[in-house]
DNA sequence: TCGACTATGAGAATGATTATCAGTGAGGAG
DNA sequence: CTCCTCACTGATAATCATTCTCATAGTCGA
């Protein structure tokens, strides 16, 4: 896999946002996009603390500079534990993430034909520079078994 | 314009729900139905000191199950402000909303064609149960106006 | 290399949300 | 219609994610 070459691509994009590339930030988004599903930033904070001691200021803000830079997304499907800001690891380009309500596992979707959309909501509202967020909620094959197992 | 019509839905799917209806639920939704943009339940709650003291406690609590009736909707598309929740009423059925980054004025947006890309998403991760959670952003006509007034 | 300007982080502060619990009221059974 | 039960209410206190502060340390362009 391409381990180093989304890092360093995070990396550069948050240079192309004008924000500096420290040890803590690579260390931050590495964290991330090694996290089993959306992650707080305690969690995150937490799961830094072995290696290194990384302080949670720190890790809010470079959460807040990851999201600015289109590296990090602030996942917003999910219903329970409402007041808590998570987070997901976002390579390449435009996609969306699939939640499972159950285990909050995460997968990336592709190919959102939504482009056209924004532009008929331009054309229908007035508004302009029209995008969306976009988050898929479901329940993951193994999550949906279990649930079926235990119905009575 | 259906003012009854809307609250007597609205609490009818708080019954639907297993919910009771009471003076102070029936207020609250009034008071979201009203409300100019996104509101937060502190908000609420001081647009409801005139005519009645009702609790934050209840506020809030209201607020939950009227989402979970599908009569509020928490916005997830506001940038600024991340760690406050913000509601919108949902008055009849499936739509979504979209937001100015600039004032947070909120317009309702109907028909997403997305029934069919739920299903396709479903075919592709084999997910069960698949929905959406979709908020539009972009720049109202008057903020428009605005900043390419103050352009330099 | 050097300096200006940004990043870091421990601690305290903020402030939205939630827990408690005694008193109140809604709504179904009879 | 009346009564009883169980859900709802709300003042207060507690919780806890997030932000502020500011002295120190590090980044990166020149
Ligand atoms: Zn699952
Ligand atoms: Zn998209
Ligand atoms: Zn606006
Ligand atoms: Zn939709």
Same mark, same amino acid.
């Given at each position: 896999?391409?381990?180093?070459?989304?890092?360093?691509?995070?990396?550069? %994009?948050?240079?192309?946002?004008?924000?500096?590339? *420290?040890?803590?930030?690579?260390?931050?988004?590495?964290?991330?996009?090694?996290?089993?599903?959306?992650?707080?930033?305690?969690?995150?904070?937490?799961?830094?603390?072995?290696?290194? @001691?990384?302080?949670?200021?720190?890790?809010? %803000?470079?959460?807040?500079?990851?999201?600015?830079?289109?590296?990090?997304?602030?996942?917003?499907?999910?219903?329970?534990?409402?007041?808590?800001?998570?987070?997901?690891?976002?390579?390449?380009?435009?996609?969306?993430?699939?939640?499972?309500? *159950?285990?909050?596992?995460?997968?990336?979707?592709?190919?959102?034909?939504?482009?056209?959309?924004? %532009?008929?909501?331009?054309? %229908?509202?007035?508004?302009? @520079?029209?995008?969306?967020?976009?988050?898929?909620?479901?329940?993951?094959?193994?999550?949906?078994?279990?649930?079926?197992?235990?119905?009575?």
């Amino acid at each position: 896999m391409d381990d180093r070459r989304d890092m360093a691509l995070a990396m550069d %994009r948050l240079l192309a946002h004008g924000h500096a590339v *420290t040890p803590q930030r690579r260390l931050v988004a590495q964290a991330l996009r090694d996290a089993a599903g959306p992650i707080s930033a305690q969690e995150l904070s937490a799961a830094l603390e072995p290696g290194r @001691g990384i302080g949670q200021m720190t890790v809010y %803000r470079t959460l807040a500079l990851l999201a600015d830079a289109g590296v990090a997304y602030q996942i917003a499907a999910t219903d329970a534990d409402r007041h808590l800001a998570r987070y997901v690891f976002c390579s390449g380009s435009h996609h969306h993430h699939l939640v499972c309500q *159950t285990c909050h596992a995460v997968l990336e979707v592709g190919g959102c034909g939504m482009e056209s959309v924004d %532009r008929d909501v331009e054309q %229908r509202t007035g508004f302009a @520079g029209v995008g969306h967020h976009l988050d898929f909620v479901g329940t993951c094959p193994a999550c949906a078994a279990v649930a079926s197992g235990e119905g009575h």
